[in-house]
């Protein structure tokens, strides 16, 4: 039973070890599962949706209730009259003066209306309010496509530096490999030295060279281990993912296609921007602020029912109402001319930042895409390089072991191409992110 238990647990550290050694596509999911900034864009995308919700409201009737009730320390009412004779007459108005006769009428005291209770309840449904209703629904829907243009810029962006940490990771793990490589043959060759030390053949200054070139490595090894290890914990913070010792990626900088693979016209492009798609949104917001600004000063009109309950003079009632309002703002008209002009130099400002952003935004197309070109050259030559630094490495190693050049010189043909090797991995690394930047230039989805 022991053995089998082990076996699971060895089993479970194999598949999880398996498990943190991701692709490109999978850190880009767990990016976007887990990204806080792309978290809070969602919130306020989700938020967006509430407020269109609450503005579609506004086409239903609004109902309210209210209940007052009242007690007073004396009454409101207080009638109070003098006793009196009321004259007795036939009904012919001719005799009263004449009359003969008088009813006693007594004083008379009335007190009462100390307390009232009451409660109303309407439904008012608007029937025109100068469009006013129609136009916020408007603005509601087009602050939520805002919204998720921002949403969609985040996102974009969230994978662009996703791409940056993951190509950069590919790269100093290529750059360990081509480092072990370099110092294997430094090994060997000191061995080699070595070999010649004890038999008399070279002197000890040789040997200390060879060391002082493995003590190199060494604390080269030492940094890009440091420095792989913070760009691993940097990256699983971007990802959302605890930090493990295993994490790693699975690709290589051996796939490399040239510019115009990607290659975009940046009038088509320009369409395909959030930035652009967010630019004509705020003229469009302009134009509907000016609409709500003519409604305001148009007539409203609006009808309701209502119910009311009226218990006071220790009596009790309930009326129904039916009833209408127009409005008509009058004094607005002279400040909301004013307004009106305001809104039309808004919206000419509005269209002006289109036109001159739209510029900016092609411009930065351009810039990319000679950046991703520059970045392709850089390859080319840094493979020339690659090529002459081996071939020169190559001839000293056999006229080394010819005996006809020094071993310093061997040294320093083996640092040139190791530094040459190291140039290539950090151009195509640049190529591979400079990819990246420009699709996020030309609105391409990189998911």
């Not at 305001?342 to 400002?349: A, N, P, Q, V």
Request: net charge negative.
């Amino acid at each position: 039973m022991k053995k089998l238990n082990i076996v699971v647990i060895l089993l479970f550290i194999s598949v999880t070890s398996i498990s943190q050694t991701l692709t490109l596509q999978e850190c880009k999911e767990l990016a976007l599962e887990n990204n806080k900034v792309l978290k809070k864009s969602q919130l306020k995308l989700d938020a967006s949706e509430k407020i269109k919700k609450n503005a579609f409201t506004n086409y239903f009737p609004t109902i309210s209730a209210s209940a007052t009730a009242f007690k007073s320390s004396k009454d409101f009412l207080d009638i109070k009259t003098d006793a009196m004779d009321l004259p007795v007459y036939d009904g012919n108005l001719a005799n009263l003066s004449t009359a003969t006769q008088f009813a006693y009428v007594p004083p008379i005291s009335i007190q009462t209306l100390d307390y009232a209770n009451t409660a109303m309840v309407t439904a008012v449904q608007p029937l025109y309010a100068g469009g006013r209703i129609r136009i916020g629904n408007k603005l509601a829907e087009l602050n939520g496509e805002v919204t998720q243009s921002q949403y969609n810029l985040t996102k974009s962006e969230i994978l662009v530096t996703t791409e940056d940490y993951y190509w950069n990771l590919v790269a100093l793990n290529e750059k360990i490999i081509t480092l072990k490589n370099y110092e294997k043959l430094l090994k060997e060759l000191q061995k080699e030295v070595g070999d010649f030390y004890d038999a008399g053949l070279v002197k000890k200054s040789d040997l200390l060279k060879v060391q002082l070139e493995l003590n190199k490595i060494e604390g080269n090894k030492l940094k890009l281990t440091n420095g792989t290890e913070i760009l691993k914990m940097a990256f699983s913070q971007h990802l959302g993912k605890p930090y493990t010792e295993n994490f790693n990626v699975k690709d290589s900088l051996t796939t490399i296609l040239p510019p115009q693979n990607y290659y975009a016209e940046t009038g088509v492009a320009l369409k395909n921007r959030e930035e652009f798609k967010m630019l004509n949104k705020a003229v469009e917001a302009e134009e509907l602020q000016k609409k709500m600004t003519n409604g305001e000063l148009l007539p409203q009109l609006a009808v309701g029912v209502g119910g009311m309950y009226l218990d006071m003079i220790d009596q009790d009632n309930t009326y129904g109402l039916a009833f209408a309002t127009v409005s008509i703002p009058i004094s607005n008209w002279w400040g909301g001319i004013y307004k009106k002009q305001e809104h039309k130099i808004k919206i000419d400002i509005a269209k002006n930042n289109l036109a001159q952003n739209s510029e900016l935004l092609q411009l930065q197309m351009s810039k990319t895409f000679r950046d991703l070109m520059e970045a392709y050259k850089q390859i080319e030559i840094a493979q020339t390089s690659v090529n002459q630094a081996v071939e020169y490495q190559k001839e000293m190693e056999d006229n080394y072991d010819a005996g006809i050049t020094s071993l310093s010189d061997l040294l320093e043909a083996r640092a040139i191409s190791q530094e040459a090797k190291d140039a290539f991995i950090d151009s195509k690394t640049t190529y591979k992110i400079t990819i990246a930047n420009y699709l996020l230039a030309i609105g391409e989805t990189q998911f």
